[in-house]
């Protein structure tokens, strides 16, 4: 009887942390999805305010519907959320997305990232916004690839390593 729930604490060890290995695959690969999803983001609007001349509300609802993941319902509430605001563009964008980017995969400093840019859309001319839009797309696309090609060894090692520790930690144990 000893001896049986050893080895059923060990299978279950091994089953979490390689599990846990797994989900952090899982969470890298989300991560890279919304980077592009972001990416996509950022080039619409840069075109609804370069050549649509179209006022952000609008362009984010415009952008909402072409986006279907969290980014979409985040720049939909946003664009209903403003319409009711007495604060500047910037206060707003900052205490919205500090919010709702909270149940994304982006890690802390491209949260930041995001949120340091509405500083810049608050502000009436449209050439700053295209400038700063631009700067922060291409500083979105080099994460992109950097992610993109660490993506398959840290895949590997995620997985090793949750099964690695499971065996390891079992052993002790036992």
Excluded at 26 to 42: F, H, M, S, T, W
Excluded at 56 to 61: D, G, H, K
Aim: charged share 25%.
């Amino acid at each position: 009887m000893n001896t049986l729930l050893k080895f059923a604490g060990a299978g279950l060890i091994i089953f979490a942390t390689t599990a846990y290995g797994f989900m952090k695959c899982r969470d890298l690969k989300l991560r890279l999805e919304q980077q592009k999803e972001i990416a996509k983001i950022i080039f619409l609007l840069k075109g609804e305010i370069e050549f649509g001349h179209t006022a952000l509300p609008e362009a984010f609802r415009y952008i909402s519907k072409r986006c279907h993941t969290v980014f979409g319902e985040i720049l939909s509430g946003f664009a209903d959320s403003i319409r009711d605001c007495r604060d500047s563009f910037s206060v707003s964008w900052r205490a919205y997305m500090q919010e709702k980017l909270k149940c994304t995969g982006l890690n802390n400093q491209e949260k930041e990232a995001f949120i340091q840019l509405g500083d810049v859309l608050g502000l009436n001319e449209c050439e700053t916004q295209i400038n700063a839009l631009s700067a922060y797309e291409k500083e979105l696309n080099m994460s992109i690839e950097e992610l993109t090609g660490q993506l398959p060894s840290r895949t590997k090692v995620y997985r090793s390593l949750g099964i690695t520790v499971g065996v390891i930690i079992t052993i002790i144990i036992v």
